[in-house]
């Protein structure tokens, strides 16, 4: 299997990595720049997958003196650690995407916001900027180049839901950190009112990997509609947790937990969350299926954010549904009354379920009415979200066992 | 654009929000964070709503109409997902034995009730959940009761949006978020102006005024205490809504009588004291005025404004008219004069005022003018007492107020909207200034409920330069325009909330833009009636200064009728 990432670059220093991907854009127009990356395929990778040539296209075709990109560096989802995984190890291949970005989509000014509690992955990017900018590689006249590129980088506080964009530039701006009405998309209007590009910090070290490339190797992985390659961080009951890099379609749920994390630890696997607790849970029989956006979608569940969480059938399940439901509960922004209430009474109710040790038909019942309804008005993908890991294992393991 | 509502075509010619189309389709949606002042802010999201070919459910507030969409306002998502974020939000509302509906401020107004009504909520499955927040007593006009609130930012954006005096903020995140004043310092710790377009906004009972009708009953079954009441001009025209009438309804006499069916001894006017306020203002003008004093000069009737100017402009504290409001004039007067009259001594009298306004009981204890009034009751609050009593309001054959301090013009009656007290201040100065009668005595161009309106007033030649400014936001504004040099005024009326008093934050709920207009048409109207309309020719105000004040501005009236301001800031 093609590595795109982690085969080579690894360990690599400033003087030894050219920005190969930048050079290549910066000879092309920036029109050409996004056809390069709307024809890999590369979706978002935080965890919308929204196509990314689409959103760059967006903003370069805004005519405006001012416009940002934001490299979203504020990984919260738990279970989920491949941003910080690249932060610290390709620091120069992530920089180089924003750069490669500002320069596609007519913006000079980018800014990486990075979650507070990566102390480590903030000293590097700092440091790394700090080099980009004596080598000429951030600044005025770029590689001598007529592009001019400023890259500030944000501590974020610790909030989860700033990893939501609109919240993420609120942050910024030095607001509470809550989530804006959409429309207006920040393409539009984001940051200080002018169009902005969000994008996850896998997104950017894909694209510039993409532009390193005369062909186009991305677009010849994957599948249709899931193309290229993912890195999937793995954790929880497994042998070998880690960060792995799949190729989309190559391997199912249950290759990338044996043959990549070493399997299980504990009798059996009790259910597996593909992309982050905000994905469905895929019970033990249901790890067959092919790992892309689309497959999994049937499935009912998400490639997310690429954070994969084994569970062993040991484990007490309902204290991992509490563990979740607390954290819903306490991360909300409170904004909206979908999100603030409903994950705060799950929270409360999971929490009677837990001390009984089973749930009853009747709390099912309101656990599945409340999933609805926050998944249906929440203000942003926080809330939509934030219900779906708690329904579908309330769903998958208890319906038929409860008492009433 | 054309868009189906509910499978039926509507056509509009430009965009607009989807709640402003489905209104304009008679579709009511429920809302709670919604309010027309108020900019949108799509949190309480039961005004969500299903848009064809879109994934999630949109909050018709802040969504705006496209060609060819198609909406659907109670589809089964819909309704399924309103009726349970209602249960969720009538769960985190305090609901226990002590904090129940019977005894809540807003057990006749409240937003909450009426929507869990509308949406059909038949069951809360969820368990209660209780915030353990402390009440918020530190204020003297406003009582914040946490337990009650679902955080909704209502007051929140009033107190920014509207009148720019942001004491009021949201702390915390999640399930701990909650509204707050600055440090949890509390109402009357911070710069509050007491003007309570908070409690207005609230949907629910977490903010209320501070109640003194135990006070006053106490007063009234004390046989040793002569309590008289006095009743500002707004409180005239919106009391009968209490009473299920149409906004707008003049019951004056009805609430005369009904006062003197709750056992005061003397029910007495607050538009005589307007007048007098009138006879000392307009010559406070013209003195400074021929004495190259300090211009502009800034009515001093509302409280609330008075406050903010306190706290945020002090250097215009010379500008403030040194008049006591007519509240405070009429217990100087009343704890003097009257009282002398009857002889009895000013301790066994006791002053009860019904206004409009929360700011004034804050202002009646000013330590400046403390004494003048004892307590001070909102118009809600005396509809309260009347419904205590058992008076039948709409019903009640009417009376007329007592004499002397119950005679008043219609110059007094019109302080009771924005404007009124320019307007009533111009009839004056005019005939004092000219001798001449004033033949027309309307000066439309300072009514109406936009924010600022000026004039240019011709009086012997002299070109006056007014301006009538309401709601804390435009004072802000105006005061700015002022500094800059932008604009220059010779008199400048303020009031603190929207529409003036009769929009104060005392006034029956729900006081909205439609209601203050139809008061409004109500307090011309009483203008419009009396006989005597230039509080110049108020005959009693005439006797007072023949027997007691001697003119305007003297020392007696400057002993019982002036007072003093503190910076603040």
């Not at chain 1, 930048?22 to 979706?43: C, D, F, H």
């Not at chain 2, 709750?262 to 004495?291: C, Q, W, Y």
């Not at chain 2, 409280?303 to 100087?332: R, T």
Request: aromatic share 8%; proline share 4%; glycine share 8%.
């Amino acid at each position: 299997m093609e590595k795109i990432f982690l085969k080579k670059d690894l360990g690599k220093s400033l003087e030894e990595y050219d920005f190969p991907g930048l050079k290549n854009a910066l000879n092309m127009e920036p029109q050409q720049v996004i056809n390069k990356i709307k024809e890999s395929g590369l979706r978002g990778r935080g965890g919308a997958g929204f196509p990314t040539g689409i959103k760059w296209e967006t903003v370069l075709s805004i005519e405006d003196d001012t416009k940002f990109i934001i490299c979203n560096a504020d990984e919260g989802e738990p279970g989920t650690f491949k941003d910080r995984f690249l932060l610290e190890n390709l620091p120069f291949k992530v920089l180089e995407g924003i750069i490669i970005s500002g320069y596609a989509t007519g913006s000079k000014y980018g800014y990486i916001y990075i979650r507070g509690e990566y102390v480590e992955a903030i000293k590097i990017v700092k440091k790394a900027i700090e080099k980009l900018y004596e080598k000429n590689i951030l600044g005025e006249n770029i590689l001598n180049s007529d592009f001019s590129f400023d890259l500030k980088l944000v501590r974020g506080a610790g909030a989860y839901v700033c990893g939501d964009e609109t919240s993420l530039i609120n942050s910024i701006e030095g607001d509470r950190g809550k989530s804006r009405i959409k429309p207006p998309l920040p393409v539009f209007e984001g940051l200080y009112g002018k169009p902005t590009v969000v994008n996850n910090v896998e997104t950017l070290a894909a694209a510039a990997e993409i532009m390193n490339y005369d062909n186009n190797p991305y677009s010849e992985m994957g599948t249709e509609k899931s193309r290229g390659t993912k890195l999937v961080s793995i954790s929880g009951d497994v042998n070998k947790p880690g960060v792995y890099e799949v190729e989309f379609g190559k391997l199912t749920v249950r290759d990338i937990v044996q043959e990549l994390a070493g399997g299980v630890k504990g009798e059996k696997i009790g259910f597996v969350i593909p992309g982050g607790i905000s994905t469905e849970a895929l019970t033990e029989e249901e790890l067959d299926v092919p790992y892309t956006y689309e497959n999994l979608q049937k499935m009912g569940s998400n490639i997310g954010s690429g954070g994969m969480i084994v569970v062993s059938s040991q484990r007490n399940y309902l204290e991992i549904v509490k563990n979740v439901s607390d954290f819903f509960r306490d991360e909300t922004c409170g904004t909206c009354f979908p999100c603030r209430e409903g994950n705060k009474n799950i929270s409360k109710i999971v929490s009677d379920i837990y001390k009984r040790g089973y749930p009853t038909s009747k709390e099912i019942e309101i656990i599945s009415d409340i999933q609805y309804a926050v998944s249906s008005a929440a203000r942003c993908g926080f809330g939509e979200s934030s219900l779906n890991l708690i329904l579908s294992l309330f769903e998958k393991f208890y319906t038929k066992k409860v008492e009433v | 654009m054309k868009v189906k509502i509910n499978n039926r075509e509507y056509e509009f010619d430009h965009e607009i929000s989807i709640l402003d189309a489905t209104k304009n389709a008679h579709i009511k949606i429920p809302t709670l964070c919604y309010s027309e002042k108020l900019e949108p802010f799509g949190s309480c999201r039961l005004c969500s709503v299903e848009i064809k070919g879109e994934r999630t459910l949109k909050p018709a507030c802040v969504t705006k109409i496209t060609d060819g969409m198609e909406i659907f306002t109670h589809s089964q998502r819909v309704r399924k997902t309103r009726k349970t974020i209602m249960e969720l939000i009538i769960a985190s509302h305090g609901i226990s034995c002590n904090l129940n509906c019977l005894t809540c401020s807003k057990s006749g107004s409240c937003e909450i009730k009426e929507i869990a009504e509308e949406i059909g909520v038949t069951e809360i499955r969820v368990p209660p959940i209780y915030n353990g927040l402390p009440e918020d007593r530190s204020s003297y006009s406003i009582v914040r009761e946490p337990q009650k609130c679902i955080v909704c930012n209502r007051c929140v954006r009033k107190c920014s949006e509207v009148q720019s005096v942001n004491i009021l903020t949201i702390a915390n995140r999640g399930p701990d978020t909650y509204v707050t004043t600055f440090m949890d310092k509390g109402m009357g710790n911070v710069d509050c102006t007491n003007c309570g377009q908070c409690i207005l906004e609230c949907p629910t009972g977490a903010l209320h005024e501070v109640y003194q009708m135990d006070q006053v009953w106490n007063a009234l079954s004390d046989e040793s205490k002569f309590v008289i009441v006095q009743t500002a001009p707004a409180v005239r025209v919106a009391i009968a809504e209490e009473f299920e009438a149409e906004p707008g309804k003049i019951a004056t006499g009805q609430m005369v009588a009904g006062l003197r069916l709750l056992g005061f001894d003397k029910v007495f006017d607050t538009n005589f004291s307007a007048d007098l306020t009138i006879m000392e203002e307009a010559n406070e003008f013209l003195e400074r005025f021929k004495n190259n004093g300090k211009l502009p000069l800034f009515t001093s009737c509302s409280p609330g404004w008075v406050k903010f100017l306190e706290h945020n402009y002090p250097d215009f504290i010379d500008n403030l008219s040194s008049c006591k409001s007519p509240q405070q004039m009429f217990g100087a007067i009343a704890k003097t004069y009257y009282a002398n009259k009857l002889g009895i001594s000013k301790e066994d009298m006791v002053v009860v005022s019904i206004m409009p306004c929360t700011a004034k009981k804050f202002e009646r204890v000013r330590p400046e003018m403390k004494g003048d009034v004892d307590y001070v009751l909102t118009t809600r609050e005396l509809a309260k007492m009347f419904k205590l009593a058992g008076i039948d309001l709409l019903n009640v054959p009417t009376e007329d107020y007592d004499e002397p301090l119950g005679i008043s013009s219609g110059a007094g009656a019109i302080f009771g909207a924005t404007g009124g007290v320019m307007e009533a201040a111009l009839r004056t100065a005019y005939e004092v200034i000219t001798g001449e009668e004033l033949e027309k005595l309307d000066f439309e161009a300072v009514r109406g409920i936009e924010g600022i309106k000026e004039a240019t007033v011709e009086i012997n030649g002299i070109n006056l330069k007014v301006a009538v400014v309401n709601g804390l936001g435009n004072a802000r504004k105006v005061l700015e325009m002022i500094k800059n040099g932008e604009k220059e005024y010779h008199f400048v009326e303020f009031m603190a909330c929207p529409g003036g008093c009769i929009g104060g934050g005392g006034q029956p709920i729900p006081t909205n833009n439609e209601i203050i207009l139809k008061r409004m048409q109500a307090i011309y109207e009483i203008d419009r009636s009396l006989p005597i309309r230039k509080s110049h020719e108020n005959p009693a105000i005439k006797t007072l200064y023949e027997e007691f004040l001697e003119e305007p501005l003297s020392e007696k009236s400057h002993e019982l009728l002036h007072t003093t301001y503190l910076a603040r800031s």
